[in-house]
């Protein structure tokens, strides 16, 4: 029913339970055209989307080390020159950033304003969208400020913060804001459909890749890519089946890794919380994910959490490299539902 050739061309799945691997294959290209690649196991995938769940992981640590607040103001960590965004932002807190309630918009393309500062470029944003208070939307902005503020905490540019905090003490081997093997899934050809993003709100920018060529081993995000320099909190990082399978482990241990407390169980637990309309503190709570929580992400990356019976589904896609790309949606939700089926609880 579902045959690799409508979604992508290659996909890694890993099936995990109370900490033992118990599927774990590939099937199908890591890269298809000019030549074929065969999917290996331990492939690298620019997982997008996914790099929030990492930033969460760095601001529960700061959280859970008392550097910083869930209710504090980002005015406390970022001051602007401009009075206006200040004004604007001053009451958003790390919470709201979080759970997607502060108000600002899903995207904005920061590379077509240039080299324009970060600080103009959101005053921009926010001089042409009002903040709806209150409405929960899911945005880029939001993580892309709670990186900033993890900068300002660690006094770090963020790639370096992000080893500190999370890579490095969960002894991640293929994780990175740059891919450290060269075992790599492709993804779209070009910015085909960040360009149609583009021009649907009238704007131009004249610097996208080549559309004949596929992005392999640079991150497909066009703010990461063209405006962030490839690190940012809401993508950019480069990961695999291995490495979120134990980042997956560490939220079901409740912020455990082998017998060391990472996060504190009681702010990991917050994070569980549905704060309105599906949003946890960076998780997705839907349908998607029966019993649990979890995330996607824009190349086709995606990680799934069952609270219940103590699993976790990591599943690589490299659905952009196809000629159209389509929403795969159906696919993880029948893989899901199938494991939820098949797997006991672990009480």
């Given at each position: 029913?579902?045959?690799?050739?409508?979604?992508?061309?290659?996909v890694?799945?890993?099936?995990?339970?109370?900490?033992?691997?118990?599927?774990?294959?590939?099937?199908?290209?890591?890269?298809?055209?000019?030549?074929k690649?065969?999917?290996e196991?331990?492939?690298?995938?620019?997982?997008?989307?996914?790099?929030?769940?990492?930033?969460?992981?760095?601001?529960?640590?700061?959280?859970?080390?008392?550097?910083?607040?869930?209710?504090?103001?980002?005015?406390?960590?970022?001051?602007?020159?401009?009075?206006?965004?200040?004004n604007?932002?001053?009451?958003?807190?790390?919470?709201?950033?979080?759970n997607?309630?502060?108000g600002?918009?899903?995207?904005?393309?920061f590379?077509?304003?240039?080299?324009?500062?970060?600080e103009?470029?959101?005053?921009?944003?926010?001089?042409?969208?009002?903040?709806?208070?209150?409405?929960?939307?899911?945005?880029?902005?939001?993580?892309i400020?709670?990186?900033?503020?993890?900068?300002?905490?660690?006094?770090?540019n963020?790639?370096?913060?992000?080893?500190?905090?999370v890579?490095?003490?969960?002894?991640?081997?293929?994780?990175?804001?740059?891919?450290?093997?060269?075992?790599?899934a492709?993804?779209?050809y070009?910015?085909k459909?960040?360009t149609?993003?583009?021009?649907?709100?009238?704007l131009?920018?004249?610097g996208?890749?080549?559309?004949?060529m596929?992005?392999v081993?640079?991150?497909?995000?066009?703010n990461c890519y063209y405006?962030?320099?490839?690190?940012?909190?809401?993508?950019?990082?480069?990961?695999?089946l291995?490495?979120?399978?134990?980042?997956?482990?560490l939220?079901?241990?409740?912020?455990?890794?082998?017998?060391k407390?990472?996060?504190?169980?009681?702010?990991?637990?917050?994070?569980f919380?549905?704060?309105?309309?599906?949003?946890?503190?960076?998780?997705?709570?839907?349908?998607?994910?029966?019993?649990?929580?979890?995330?996607?992400?824009?190349?086709g990356?995606?990680?799934?959490?069952?609270?219940?019976?103590?699993?976790?589904?990591?599943l690589?896609?490299?659905?952009?490299?196809?000629?159209k790309?389509?929403?795969?949606?159906?696919?993880?939700?029948?893989?899901?539902?199938?494991?939820?089926?098949?797997?006991?609880?672990?009480?």
């Open positions: 029913m579902y045959k690799q050739r409508d979604f992508f061309k290659g890694n799945i890993l099936i995990s339970q109370g900490n033992k691997i118990i599927f774990k294959k590939s099937y199908g290209y890591a890269r298809y055209l000019p030549d690649t065969k999917l196991s331990n492939t690298i995938f620019d997982i997008a989307s996914l790099t929030k769940i990492f930033t969460l992981t760095a601001i529960l640590r700061l959280v859970s080390e008392k550097e910083i607040k869930l209710l504090d103001k980002l005015s406390r960590y970022l001051q602007f020159n401009n009075e206006e965004l200040n604007a932002t001053k009451d958003i807190t790390i919470q709201q950033l979080l997607h309630s502060s600002l918009i899903p995207w904005f393309p590379y077509v304003m240039g080299n324009r500062s970060f103009d470029v959101l005053a921009y944003i926010i001089s042409k969208n009002s903040l709806k208070r209150g409405t929960v939307q899911y945005s880029d902005i939001n993580f400020l709670l990186g900033k503020i993890i900068e300002k905490i660690n006094e770090k963020l790639d370096s913060a992000m080893r500190e905090l890579f490095n003490p969960l002894n991640l081997r293929d994780t990175d804001f740059k891919p450290l093997r060269n075992k790599i492709a993804t779209e070009g910015n459909i960040e149609s993003m583009v021009e649907e709100r009238g131009s920018f004249e996208f890749r080549d559309e004949s596929a992005i081993g640079k991150v497909n995000d066009g405006y962030f320099k490839g690190v940012a909190g809401h993508a950019g990082i480069f990961s695999s291995n490495d979120l399978n134990i980042l997956c482990n939220y079901l241990d409740k912020g455990s890794f082998n017998g407390s990472i996060i504190l169980e009681e702010v990991v637990n917050k994070s919380i549905n704060y309105g309309e599906g949003r946890g503190l960076g998780w997705q709570i839907s349908d998607l994910y029966p019993e649990g929580l979890g995330h996607t992400g824009f190349t990356t995606s990680i799934y959490l069952n609270l219940k019976k103590g699993f976790n589904v990591v690589l896609t490299n659905r952009l490299h196809v000629d790309p389509v929403n795969i949606v159906e696919f993880r939700s029948a893989i899901h539902n199938k494991v939820m089926k098949n797997l006991k609880g672990e009480c």
